[in-house]
Structures are given as structure tokens and as C-alpha cells.
């Protein structure tokens, strides 16, 4: 195992169980324990964990992995749910894409889409998410509107009122929301308030809206909600989602399709 695997391994571990001993890290991941309080002390320097006697628990009352910890986390169903939205979006429409892992895969399926490869422009994309805006920035094809912002360190997004600006004087085909949990009552949802009020800004351009999200996010609650489920038109999630969480989506007037 590569240490940046399993540094992840120790991150997600965390999350879940809010703290770690080293020995219990060890047995976890079939290394030794030295191993485990070498990436611990390194952990603990970039501020991602809290070092302890014998351990580590997590930085902060509020925790949540960075994003370029995450890329890792059910990367298959991502690609294929990437690859269904991606054939959602029609070409010389106007996307307005959000951050997240999902959201960089579905730029990811764009940029290699066959009938995208020329245009003027093929595409526009609007975005909040740096790393997305850097992946396709080299598609000349491609037009990139970058909203303004204060960059968020754990998912590479703008945030704040500067995005205000850019978002009020424009109008989007469709908006592709990546997000941290997705139930019927309370609607979509991110950690961060911020980050969800531009997410809502993104929605509310649109003349529709997409929700990219596996299955493990839906029925879920978060913090910060984005918007409600009467504004989404389309779900795209795994192979995995259970029937009944499909009747109850589609049941609420969104279309469900599964990769």
C-alpha cells in the first residue's frame, strides 16, 4: 500500500470512528506500528488529524476529508455516473458544474466526449471548483467561466459573495450537482453553508437540474442544504440504490437513472 492510499485509509477510518489508537490502525491496515505514529506525526503537521497519547482523533468538532483524499472512495461507480451525466448534456449548451469527486469525473467524461472535440464553443462551462476549471481550461473547445470567490481548502471551490456577481448576470442549461448527501424530504445537501449557498446560485440559473451522487449518499442528511428535492429534475446514482429508494425519488417527480 502506497502511503497516500494509506494515509486515506487512516482519514476515512477517523471520520468514521471519530478516534484511533495506533496498535488498532496497525492490525487495520497490516502495517507496523511505527509505520502507523510516523503517518500520524505527518498527519498531524498538515493539521489533518489531532495527535494523541497512543493515537489520533480527528481535527475539530467538525470534520470533513479533503477532497483530494476522497478520489479514492467508490471511484467505479463515480466514472460510470460520470459517464451517464455526461451523455445528459447536450452539445453548445452551458454547464454550470459544482466541486466535489463526482462533479471532476463528469468533466472528466466531457472532455474526452467524441462529438465535444471541436465547437465554438463545443461546450461552456461555468464553475466554482478549481481543480475543474484546471482540467479543462486546456480543451480550447471548451468555454470556461471560473465564478469569483474565496477558495475552499477541502473541496478546491470559491465561495463567498464575490461568486454572487458572475452567477446573478448569467443563464445555465443545466447544472450538475455534486453533493454530500441527497434525501427526498430534506432535499440536497452539502457540510459547508458557504459552499451550498453558491451551489444554490448554480441551481437556480439552470433550466435543470442534475444531481450526480452514488448510493451511499442518498437518504442521507447534511448540515447545509443546497435546495429542495422539487428542483432537482434528474438523479444519477449507482447500480446499487435500493427499489424502494427509487420509487420514492421518482415518486417526487425526479427521474432516476442508474449506472
Not at 447536450?90 to 472532455?111: K, M, S
Not at 429542495?228 to 415518486?251: I, M, Y
Request: glycine fraction near 8%; proline fraction near 2%; aromatic fraction near 4%.
Amino acid at each position: 500500500m502506497s502511503r497516500d492510499a494509506r494515509w486515506m485509509a487512516l482519514l476515512e477510518l477517523l471520520v468514521e470512528r471519530g478516534r484511533l489508537e495506533v496498535e488498532e490502525a496497525a492490525a487495520e491496515l497490516a502495517v507496523s506500528a511505527a509505520t502507523i505514529r510516523r503517518d500520524f506525526d505527518q498527519l498531524a503537521e498538515q493539521q489533518m488529524l489531532v495527535r494523541t497519547r497512543g493515537g489520533a482523533v480527528v481535527h475539530g468538532v467538525s470534520y470533513e476529508l479533503p477532497l483530494r483524499y476522497k478520489t479514492a472512495r467508490r471511484a467505479s461507480e463515480k466514472q460510470r455516473i460520470a459517464k451517464a451525466v455526461a451523455e445528459l448534456v447536450a452539445p453548445g449548451e452551458a454547464v454550470g458544474l459544482t466541486g466535489g469527486t463526482t462533479t471532476t469525473e463528469v468533466a472528466r467524461a466531457l472532455a474526452v466526449r467524441g462529438d465535444l472535440a471541436a465547437g465554438s464553443p463545443a461546450l461552456t462551462v461555468v464553475t466554482n471548483a478549481l481543480n475543474i476549471a484546471n482540467e479543462l481550461a486546456v480543451r480550447p473547445q471548451f468555454k470556461i467561466v471560473v465564478t469569483g470567490g474565496v477558495a475552499r481548502p477541502q473541496s478546491y471551490e470559491l465561495i463567498g459573495p464575490l461568486a454572487d456577481g458572475v452567477l446573478g448576470q448569467i443563464t445555465l442549461d443545466v447544472a450538475v450537482l455534486g453533493v454530500v448527501a441527497f434525501d427526498v424530504t430534506h432535499g440536497a445537501a452539502a457540510h459547508d453553508e458557504a459552499e451550498a449557498a453558491i451551489n444554490r446560485l448554480l441551481c437556480e440559473r439552470a433550466e435543470r437540474v442534475v444531481v450526480a451522487a452514488d448510493s451511499s449518499k442518498l437518504g442521507q442528511r447534511a448540515f447545509a442544504r443546497i435546495c429542495g428535492t422539487d428542483l432537482v429534475n434528474t438523479l444519477v446514482t449507482d447500480s446499487a440504490v435500493g427499489q424502494e429508494t427509487v420509487r420514492r425519488f421518482e415518486e417526487a417527480g425526479v427521474r432516476v437513472l442508474t449506472a
